[in-house]
């Protein structure tokens, strides 16, 4: 999926299955509101710099004050309470520093495991470059739209196990790239297979491997991603956090026309989230912290890139 890495700013992690409704009702939810700082030196960040002088270096950082609001909803549903319906983000996905927005039923089996199917709207949406590759003169922004579908299977037979597949489909309104090897329009599948271990009452670990394969329109655009990651979870009274690594490489199908060469990265993240759970005695209250970074090495120096990110909110949670 798009790690929408930057929009973390607005939500915190959860370690485990949990519910914020009283048992007297079938409604419950969250709201967090943050506000931080962002770093990024990405040529093909909207954040960046609009104009380029070459195209043989890294950019130039940018530095941007974010702030916003979000939040997730869920209704019960069956006389067990073994039925959902939700829209929102998934704590899970936050804990790890990505962000989806979803619309979606999930299904409690009696051996534990949950079927979770849902619509997301507006994963692989946003803002591009109608094209990156301009150099003198400021590059105009455009639009990408698309959305995805996601089905998972949660802690299957109470073994822990979980696996992940998606598809989305996305495309630029208004391409300008003129080679057509780096046409940006795709379908892009996903797969991840993950497990949870317990080292304590109140810690453990989720290892996951996950496969993304991009078919773009442009050769030089699709590519094979072969990621892993490992989180660390506690909590002690009050006070949890998640610590998370996570490696990528990610091997291009064509040659770059522009750079006359098959791209290649490597993609590192750190990422750690902290919450403080009825922070200054204030019930259902959470003080909530993220800090991060990515980063991106590649064989071609233009798409090399660092993303730092710094945030504190508040969550309420009902």
């Known amino acids: 999926m798009k790690n929408c890495y930057l929009y973390t700013a607005v939500a915190l992690a959860s370690f485990s299955t949990m519910s914020f409704a009283n048992e007297s009702s079938r409604l419950s939810g969250e709201i967090l509101v943050t506000s931080g700082y962002m770093s990024t030196n990405s040529n093909l960040s909207t954040n960046g710099n609009a104009r380029l002088n070459d195209l043989n270096s890294k950019g130039s950082h940018t530095n941007d004050f974010i702030a916003a609001p979000l939040g997730s909803l869920t209704y019960r549903l069956g006389a067990d309470n073994n039925q959902r319906v939700y829209l929102g983000t998934s704590r899970d996905d936050l804990a790890v520093g990505d962000l989806a927005f979803e619309v979606g039923y999930q299904y409690d089996f009696g051996n534990g495991t949950e079927l979770d199917v849902a619509f997301l709207p507006t994963v692989v949406s946003g803002e591009v470059w109608a094209n990156p590759y301009q150099t003198g003169s400021n590059r105009q922004k455009t639009d990408i739209e698309g959305h995805a579908f996601r089905m998972k299977l949660n802690n299957i037979n109470n073994s822990g196990v979980s696996v992940d597949m998606a598809y989305a ?150």
């Open 169 to 318: 489909t996305a495309e630029v309104d208004n391409e300008q790239v003129t080679e057509q090897a780096l046409r940006r329009d795709h379908d892009t599948y996903f797969i991840k297979g993950s497990h949870q271990s317990m080292l304590s009452d109140r810690s453990g670990l989720i290892s996951s491997v996950s496969y993304t394969h991009r078919d773009a329109k442009g050769k030089a655009e699709t590519f094979d991603q072969y990621k892993a990651e490992l989180t660390y979870f506690t909590s002690v009274d009050a006070h949890s956090l998640a610590l998370t690594g996570g490696y990528a490489y990610r091997d291009y199908d064509g040659t770059n026309p522009i750079f006359n060469k098959e791209r290649s990265d490597n993609r590192y993240k750190l990422f750690l989230a902290y919450e403080y759970a009825d922070f200054a005695g204030w019930d259902n209250w959470s003080l909530v912290s993220l800090a991060g970074a990515n980063f991106n090495t590649s064989n071609i120096d233009f798409y090399e890139s660092e993303e730092y990110l710094m945030t504190v909110g508040m969550s309420y949670q009902f």
